[in-house]
């Protein structure tokens, strides 16, 4: 994994679990991601997602383990690792802009405010955010537009790695579809990093390069890195098109469907947990029947 931009070695969280005893969480768990990587997390509630990120974060601190972003092992909070909690998190005394320089200031101690203002105003008009309405309060603004901000935010400090929790969770279908797009443009523009949770399954297709996909708890683990083979850019129209949309969206359902239970629970015994790399590619021209029949097992599985 030396080439590797983030490296997840040996990753165990064992928790007190309330009643004397302990909870792992997960243990042994190592993965990677490169460079430029968009990769969302799937796994069913309570499996440890946001124990992950607030580790990778350098909020909290594993049992054993360690992280690595550019061969540096991450430890306490830094500004080259942004974050978007589920709760958007915006500063409610201060306006959506302020909100935005706020982190700016501190990231470029030595630009002038008139250039720190232009940088907030350039994100957050990449989110749709223009006019007037940036100089409202949090409260004064819908949902929507406040998660809107808060992905400016992250954005604008050009952080090497963006960390999402579930960050269109609160939001209405049409409203996330939006948001999704601009994320992308935005990811695009910027080649940064990603690293993001969530719990829908077509959300996750639709932004991913790949997608990890993890057993229920306890001793979780990174079971799956599923490759999206699906070329960029991509919209959710013409996506559900593609020969390899539904192979993919199947296998994702039924492993969170059976597979994630099946595979719980199990000690690592020790041993390295790394996940296995599926690639599904309907268009190659090595598709062969047995890829067809496993296929056809898994829509009958998902019907
Ligand atoms: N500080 C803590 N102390 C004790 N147990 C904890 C702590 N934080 C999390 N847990 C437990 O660890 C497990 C994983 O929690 P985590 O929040 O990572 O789950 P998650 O996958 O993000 O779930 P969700 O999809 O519901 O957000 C849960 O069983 C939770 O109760
Ligand atoms: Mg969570």
Same mark, same amino acid.
């Given at each position: 994994?030396?080439?590797?931009?983030?490296?997840?070695?040996?990753?165990?969280?064992?928790?007190?679990?309330?009643?004397?005893?302990?909870?792992?969480?997960?243990?042994?768990?190592?993965?990677?991601?490169?460079?430029?990587?968009?990769?969302?997390?799937?796994?069913?509630?309570?499996?440890?997602?946001?124990?992950?990120?607030?580790?990778?974060?350098?909020?909290?601190?594993?049992?054993?383990?360690?992280?690595?972003?550019?061969?540096?092992?991450?430890?306490?909070?830094?500004?080259?690792?942004? /974050?978007?909690?589920? $709760?958007?998190?915006?500063?409610?005394?201060?306006?959506?802009?302020?909100?935005?320089?706020?982190?700016?200031?501190?990231?470029?101690?030595?630009?002038?405010?008139?250039?720190?203002?232009?940088?907030?105003?350039?994100?957050?008009?990449?989110?749709?955010?223009?006019?007037?309405?940036?100089?409202?309060?949090?409260?004064?603004?819908?949902?929507?537009?406040?998660?809107?901000?808060?992905?400016?935010?992250?954005?604008? $400090?050009?952080?090497?790695?963006?960390?999402?929790?579930?960050?269109?969770?609160?939001?209405?279908?049409?409203?996330?579809?939006?948001?999704?797009?601009?994320?992308?443009?935005?990811?695009?523009?910027?080649?940064?990093? /990603?690293?993001?949770?969530?719990?829908?399954?077509?959300?996750?297709?639709?932004?991913?390069?790949?997608?990890?996909?993890?057993?229920?708890?306890?001793?979780?683990?990174?079971?799956?890195?599923?490759?999206?083979?699906?070329?960029?850019?991509?919209?959710?129209?013409?996506?559900?098109?593609?020969?390899?949309?539904?192979?993919?969206?199947?296998?994702?359902?039924?492993?969170?469907?059976?597979?994630?239970?099946?595979?719980?629970?199990?000690?690592?015994?020790?041993?390295?947990?790394?996940?296995?790399?599926?690639?599904?590619?309907?268009?190659?021209?090595?598709?062969?029947?047995?890829?067809?029949?496993?296929?056809?097992?898994?829509?009958?599985?998902?019907?």
């Amino acid at each position: 994994m030396s080439n590797t931009f983030l490296s997840i070695e040996r990753l165990t969280q064992i928790f007190p679990d309330g009643a004397g005893g302990t909870l792992t969480v997960f243990e042994n768990a190592s993965f990677g991601i490169e460079k430029g990587e968009f990769v969302c997390i799937l796994g069913h509630s309570g499996c440890g997602k946001s124990t992950i990120m607030n580790i990778l974060a350098g909020l909290a601190e594993p049992t054993s383990g360690v992280v690595k972003m550019d061969g540096f092992e991450v430890s306490g909070p830094s500004l080259d690792r942004g /974050v978007v909690f589920q $709760n958007y998190s915006l500063l409610p005394w201060l306006s959506a802009l302020k909100n935005v320089t706020f982190g700016i200031k501190a990231r470029h101690p030595d630009w002038s405010k008139d250039r720190v203002e232009a940088h907030a105003r350039e994100f957050l008009a990449k989110v749709g955010l223009e006019g007037e309405v940036v100089h409202r309060k949090p409260s004064q603004l819908s949902g929507g537009m406040r998660q809107r901000v808060s992905i400016a935010r992250a954005f604008a $400090n050009e952080p090497k790695l963006l960390l999402l929790d579930e960050p269109f969770g609160a939001l209405d279908a049409l409203t996330r579809g939006t948001i999704q797009e601009e994320l992308l443009k935005i990811w695009r523009g910027t080649n940064q990093t /990603v690293f993001m949770i969530t719990h829908d399954i077509d959300e996750a297709i639709l932004l991913s390069d790949r997608i990890l996909l993890m057993t229920n708890g306890p001793h979780a683990r990174v079971a799956e890195s599923v490759d999206i083979t699906i070329p960029r850019p991509r919209n959710r129209t013409e996506i559900v098109e593609h020969p390899n949309y539904y192979a993919i969206r199947n296998h994702l359902v039924h492993f969170l469907g059976e597979r994630s239970k099946a595979l719980a629970g199990k000690a690592s015994g020790g041993e390295t947990q790394s996940p296995a790399t599926v690639r599904i590619d309907r268009t190659a021209p090595s598709a062969t029947e047995e890829d067809a029949e496993g296929e056809r097992r898994l829509r009958a599985v998902n019907d």
